[in-house]
């Protein structure tokens, strides 16, 4: 008799590529982990040739408490209330630019020590388009 918990990891349908290959996406990383003082790691969940999303989680150390405190001076996160593009965003947009396929946000999840937070994507670029709101 097979084992089950092989049975259910051959047939999990959704495959997470733990090395992706995006140019540029160590430079993204880095921006995100110096914006969110955070260990950050991107997975990439498979579409087609023209469409990467990712997945990405942040491992902070704060608690929840720390992040709002540092979120309200704008110390964590970096949100821009000019109207321009935050740094992240722009990471994003490099990101695009260097590579042939779309990218989009699938999911954006950060893990605090004493709760975790995730985002979903609900339409096309919803994650980059409403995080400073959704932070906020």
């Not at 097979?2 to 259910?8: D, G, H, T």
């Not at 880095?30 to 950050?40: A, H, N, T």
């Not at 579409?47 to 709002?68: G, H, K, M, Y």
């Not at 996160?77 to 000019?82: E, P």
């Amino acid at each position: 008799m097979q084992n089950p918990l092989i049975k259910y990891r051959d047939n999990f349908n959704l495959k997470l590529d733990q090395n992706p290959d995006i140019l540029g996406l160590s430079d993204f990383i880095r921006r995100l982990e110096k914006d969110y003082f955070s260990e950050v790691t991107v997975r990439t969940i498979p579409a087609d040739r023209d469409q990467i999303n990712l997945i990405i989680e942040l491992d902070c150390t704060f608690n929840l408490v720390e992040v709002l405190s540092q979120l309200q001076k704008g110390n964590w996160g970096t949100t821009i209330s000019d109207g321009t593009a935050s740094p992240q965003l722009k990471a994003l947009n490099r990101l695009r630019q260097l590579n042939d396929s779309e990218i989009d946000v699938e999911e954006f999840s950060i893990f605090l020590k004493d709760s975790s937070i995730v985002i979903k994507n609900i339409f096309k670029n919803s994650i980059q388009d409403q995080l400073n709101l959704i932070l906020q």
